[in-house]
């Protein structure tokens, strides 16, 4: 990210200064990206469009691009240190506003415009999800559960009419993350004229509602699935489509459990915790060391179930269904069909 400087801001109200970076350019490199349309990322910028003043004797809450500017400063200008107040203005980069206070907005005049009101509920779905993004087991009080689905419809009932693909995406993430699994496939199957990254996406966020997991997800952390039905009994699995795996070092599998008929996916190959080295001439010579491995063999590979090693390579298009032993497995076409999700 690139810096020219800076626009000292003021509030309306208690003239409480604050500091805006004036951006030349950013990237994405080392981002992290989120089912929830979250980015996060060291070169991107993190800026507010409202805040709540940070004076304690103000607390209004405040629109940046309407706010005062007094001063633009260059980022290397080394004078402006004499400024003893520009020098202190609160630096907005830091800025985030917490849960309570994003309530709190949303009872405030600033959000009776409709795109201040998404801007602050796409805020607090995040700061919500930024538990889960924090915490693999976190689980809601029920207190904020009641206003993170509340939110959530909101956001629903807002976006429920927008045609645009990313706009269809984020409402079947919303439909998802209320567990409204059917809504969720719904939207997604009205996706037609997507590119390949939202493909992608849809694909996921589908995955993810076909195994009914309502949890935000990191993208790339999350793999394509495809799902198997037995065309005798009906059974299905749901797995990871390993033909979407496109860079698979690892080298994902399909198991069974030998002892418990349990089918899931496994990786033959893990990263080689050692840190890299590189072998001196006498270790090449006489082979004193072996060449550093970026993967290794997974040493945890068994039944997630029951940690047993007992586990066989599973093919489902070449098995036998695993309840019923007699029909084979066939695949079901996900995107517009009418399979009854349920």
Same mark, same amino acid.
């Given at each position: 990210?690139?810096?020219?400087?800076?626009?000292?801001?003021?509030?309306?109200?208690?003239?409480?200064?604050?500091?805006?970076?004036?951006?030349?350019? /950013?990237?994405?490199?080392?981002?992290?990206?989120?089912?929830?349309?979250?980015?996060?990322?060291?070169?991107?910028?993190?800026?507010?469009?409202?805040?709540?003043?940070?004076?304690?004797?103000?607390?209004?809450?405040?629109?940046?691009?309407?706010?005062?500017?007094?001063?633009?400063?260059?980022?290397?200008?080394? =004078?402006?240190?004499?400024?003893?107040?520009?020098?202190?203005?609160?630096?907005?980069?830091?800025?985030?506003?917490?849960?309570? %206070?994003?309530?709190?907005?949303?009872?405030?005049?600033?959000?009776?415009?409709?795109?201040?009101?998404?801007?602050?509920?796409?805020?607090?779905?995040?700061?919500?999800?930024?538990?889960?993004?924090?915490?693999?087991?976190?689980?809601?009080?029920?207190?904020?559960?009641?206003?993170?689905?509340?939110? *959530?419809?909101?956001?629903?009932?807002?976006?429920?009419?927008?045609?645009?693909?990313?706009?269809?995406?984020?409402?079947?993430?919303?439909?998802?993350?209320?567990?409204?699994?059917? /809504?969720?496939?719904?939207?997604?199957?009205?996706? *037609?004229?997507?590119?390949?990254?939202?493909?992608?996406?849809?694909?996921?966020?589908? /995955?993810?509602?076909?195994?009914?997991?309502?949890?935000?997800?990191?993208? =790339?952390?999350?793999?394509?699935? &495809? #799902?198997?039905?037995? +065309?005798?009994?009906?059974?299905?699995?749901?797995?990871?489509?390993?033909?979407?795996?496109? %860079?698979?070092?690892?080298?994902?599998?399909?198991?069974?459990?030998?002892?418990?008929?349990?089918?899931?996916?496994?990786?033959?190959?893990?990263?080689?915790?050692?840190?890299?080295?590189?072998?001196?001439?006498?270790?090449?010579?006489?082979?004193?060391?072996?060449?550093? #491995?970026?993967?290794?063999?997974?040493?945890?590979?068994?039944?997630?179930?029951?940690? +047993?090693? =007992?586990?066989?390579?599973?093919?489902?298009?070449?098995?036998?269904?695993?309840?019923?032993?007699?029909? *084979?497995?066939?695949?079901? &076409?996900?995107?517009?069909?009418?399979?009854?999700?349920?």
């Amino acid at each position: 990210m690139r810096i020219l400087g800076f626009d000292i801001l003021t509030c309306p109200v208690c003239s409480q200064l604050y500091k805006k970076q004036i951006i030349a350019s /950013s990237n994405s490199i080392g981002s992290s990206y989120f089912s929830d349309s979250y980015i996060e990322g060291p070169f991107l910028p993190s800026q507010p469009t409202i805040i709540k003043c940070i004076n304690e004797n103000c607390g209004q809450f405040l629109q940046i691009n309407k706010l005062k500017k007094i001063a633009s400063i260059d980022y290397d200008d080394e =004078d402006v240190y004499k400024h003893n107040a520009w020098k202190t203005a609160y630096d907005l980069e830091d800025y985030r506003m917490k849960i309570k %206070d994003l309530l709190e907005c949303l009872e405030k005049d600033i959000c009776k415009t409709i795109d201040n009101e998404i801007d602050i509920r796409t805020q607090l779905l995040w700061r919500f999800n930024d538990n889960f993004r924090k915490y693999e087991n976190f689980n809601f009080l029920e207190y904020d559960k009641i206003h993170f689905k509340f939110n *959530n419809k909101r956001l629903i009932e807002i976006k429920k009419d927008k045609t645009e693909v990313r706009d269809k995406l984020f409402l079947a993430e919303l439909y998802r993350e209320i567990a409204d699994f059917e /809504s969720c496939i719904r939207v997604l199957n009205e996706i *037609n004229n997507e590119n390949h990254n939202e493909k992608t996406l849809k694909e996921k966020i589908y /995955s993810q509602a076909k195994i009914k997991n309502d949890i935000v997800f990191n993208i =790339d952390k999350i793999a394509i699935k &495809k #799902e198997y039905k037995c +065309n005798y009994c009906g059974e299905s699995l749901i797995l990871f489509d390993l033909e979407k795996i496109i %860079d698979n070092p690892l080298q994902y599998r399909h198991f069974i459990c030998i002892k418990d008929k349990i089918v899931f996916n496994a990786s033959l190959k893990v990263q080689n915790p050692v840190t890299e080295y590189r072998l001196n001439k006498l270790q090449k010579i006489f082979k004193l060391k072996k060449p550093h #491995e970026r993967f290794i063999d997974n040493p945890a590979l068994r039944c997630p179930v029951c940690k +047993n090693r =007992d586990i066989v390579e599973f093919k489902p298009e070449q098995q036998k269904c695993i309840k019923c032993g007699i029909g *084979n497995y066939e695949t079901i &076409k996900w995107f517009n069909n009418n399979y009854d999700l349920s």
